[in-house]
């Protein structure tokens, strides 16, 4: 089962900033914070991943809260391309069962003009 | 850098038939990945090899589903009979190794239709 919390639907306008928040409070303290998002008949594509502190690349900044029990993923600029599911994911720490993402049901982010 | 190829794109049969699809990983990874995705639901773990060994197959229907990566590299996943409940789309994706530092990075997967 998912161990994150994920509204199920999202609306930001286009240009402006998009936060899409993921609850995880059952987190352990070696499990990672994944992101990913699914554009309509495409495979899912990687965005960021983190442990304890923020995160930044080229396509998004992830914030943890000091206590590990959630996180927001921040689309500086959302742009109409933006518009996808949004998967937060826990993953998990042990080799053997390191490679299993656990897909929840993600948030619908719908970017409008 | 080439992403995860898989081939066919789409691919339609009838209940009790058998189909195949293959997946050509990122070069160098050794970790590969199939998952499942039926509709309005998420990707789900079918099988991961690391090289051509397996390490999680426990959600894999192996009475009709199989899959092997015979030299680490290429991968083909078979359904022999096919059910209409396996109309779904499956990826494959790849990572460089299977810790959970490393991300998966995933194809855009085998549409398959069940008549």
């Known amino acids: 089962d998912a161990k994150t919390t994920q509204p199920p639907s999202m609306d930001c306008a286009e240009g402006r900033a998009a936060n899409l928040p993921c609850n995880h409070s059952?987190?352990?303290?070696?499990?990672?914070v994944y992101w990913y998002r699914q554009i309509h008949s495409q495979g899912p594509q990687y965005i960021i991943h983190?442990?304890?502190n923020n995160e930044t690349n080229e396509m998004a900044s992830l914030i943890i809260t000091e206590d590990r029990k959630s996180s927001t993923l921040i689309l500086p600029h959302a742009t109409l391309r933006d518009t996808a599911v949004y998967y937060c994911?826990?993953?998990?720490?042990?080799?053997?069962?390191?490679?299993?993402?656990?897909f929840g049901q993600g948030t619908e982010l719908s970017v409008k003009p | 850098e080439a992403g995860v190829a898989q081939s066919p794109r789409y691919k339609i049969i009838e209940k009790r038939q058998s189909v195949a699809f293959w997946c050509n990983p990122i070069?160098?990874?050794?970790?590969l990945y199939w998952y499942q995705q039926i509709l309005g639901q998420g990707p789900k773990l079918l099988i991961q090899?690391?090289?051509?060994?397996?390490?999680?197959d426990s959600q894999l229907p192996k009475d009709r589903f199989s899959a092997e990566r015979l030299k680490g590299v290429d991968s083909t996943l078979k359904i022999q009979p096919a059910k209409l409940e396996d109309s779904a789309v499956y990826l494959c994706?790849?990572?460089?190794?299977?810790?959970?530092?490393?991300?998966?990075?995933f194809g855009d997967g085998t549409r398959l239709s069940i008549l």
């Open positions: 994706a790849s990572s460089l190794e299977g810790t959970a530092n490393q991300p998966q990075h």
């Open positions: 059952t987190i352990s303290g070696n499990e990672y």
């Open positions: 983190g442990l304890k």
């Open positions: 994911i826990v993953r998990f720490l042990i080799y053997n069962q390191g490679g299993k993402l656990i």
């Open positions: 070069s160098g990874h050794a970790t």
């Open positions: 090899f690391q090289n051509n060994g397996v390490v999680d």
